[in-house]
């Protein structure tokens, strides 16, 4: 049997794609493409539409129209390359190639891939009502999130402190958008280095999400994140309140200089879909293999734990 090129996923899938990595713009109207894929767009709160498909590869794929129909950008969750999947899509459909725009940063034999004589160091542009649609998705997707807007630096502080540990302080910078947010560290935790790289997490005024950020300053964090909501372009950081994933990790393997794990991940909306893989820790200085976000993340949990009680983790489970 052909194994096919993609299948439909569901709608419920769309707030997975509130981070995403456009790759290519396909110039064909949303009825056209409708007919090649043998498949119906959905119609968006924000007056676009939209199409999720799986990969043949397992790769997520989302295609999102504008308002007027027009076109259709092709998107991958996340920050990962979408260039393969869009082929795929291209090759199964017949597609012409002089319809597909691809996106900077993606390339192939005859060099770079430059849409509209974008600087190759900039990216992509997102168009501006894909972040009113990320709007949108984000404050639907989760009831915790019908609230009003966060406006005073009290309510922020009290969400941090639901969603972080019990007990935990943090310090608020307010920029327009959201609450900058970044702990205060004991002493103990002070003398065993735990402040060398301390990031930072950004509450959206608007929506009540939380995401996690590097370790600059925090009105330079929280200049950043301005730009990016201002713009209509994703966030740096990526989303820990509502947790997407629950991470349940048991340690396989254990020496001087490393430390294995198996992971289990679960989505949160559907507990029936779970994937397992395996992280190596490299003890110091510290790094991990593979080097996806899912063992970065084990890895700063474990590390964390680490730092705390002297002794990596024999087992953990924690939403991320």
Not at 51 to 62: C, I, N, S, V
Not at 194 to 209: D, E, F, R, W
Not at 241 to 255: F, G, K, M, V
Not at 277 to 290: A, D, L, M, R, S
Request: some cysteine.
């Amino acid at each position: 049997m052909r194994e096919l090129a993609y299948t439909a996923s569901p709608d419920s899938e769309l707030p997975y794609y509130e981070c995403v990595s456009l790759c290519a713009v396909i110039d064909i109207p949303v009825g056209d493409l409708e007919v090649r894929l043998s498949r119906s767009f959905s119609r968006s709160p924000a007056g676009g539409a939209f199409l999720l498909l799986t990969m043949r590869t397992g790769e997520p794929l989302g295609l999102f129209a504008p308002p007027d129909h027009s076109c259709a950008y092709v998107a991958v969750r996340g920050y990962g390359g979408g260039e393969p999947q869009a082929d795929i899509l291209v090759e199964a459909t017949g597609i012409p190639r002089e319809s597909v725009r691809w996106l900077t940063g993606y390339t192939d034999t005859d060099g770079p891939r430059v849409v509209e004589g974008r600087d190759a160091h900039q990216g992509p542009p997102p168009p501006p009502w894909l972040a009113e649609l990320n709007a949108s998705i984000s404050a639907a997707s989760d009831p915790r999130l019908q609230r009003d807007p966060v406006t005073s630096r009290e309510e922020a502080r009290e969400l941090f402190g639901n969603v972080f540990e019990t007990g935990r302080v943090f310090r608020m910078f307010e920029c327009t958008n959201g609450w900058v947010g970044q702990a205060v560290l004991t002493d103990d935790e002070v003398a065993s280095g735990a402040g060398l790289g301390l990031g930072n997490y950004v509450l959206n005024k608007k929506t009540g999400a939380i995401t996690a950020h590097a370790s600059l300053p925090p009105d330079l964090i929280g200049e950043q994140f301005d730009a990016a909501i201002e713009a209509g372009e994703r966030v740096a950081g990526h989303q820990v309140y509502p947790p997407l994933c629950r991470i349940d990790l048991y340690r396989t393997s254990e020496n001087a200089r490393t430390i294995s794990y198996r992971i289990d991940v679960t989505r949160l909306d559907r507990q029936s879909d779970a994937t397992t893989q395996y992280v190596e820790i490299t003890k110091n200085p510290i790094g991990h293999k593979p080097t996806d976000r899912t063992s970065g993340v084990v890895t700063s949990w474990a590390q964390m734990r680490n730092n705390t009680t002297g002794t990596w983790p024999a087992e953990g489970t924690f939403d991320y």
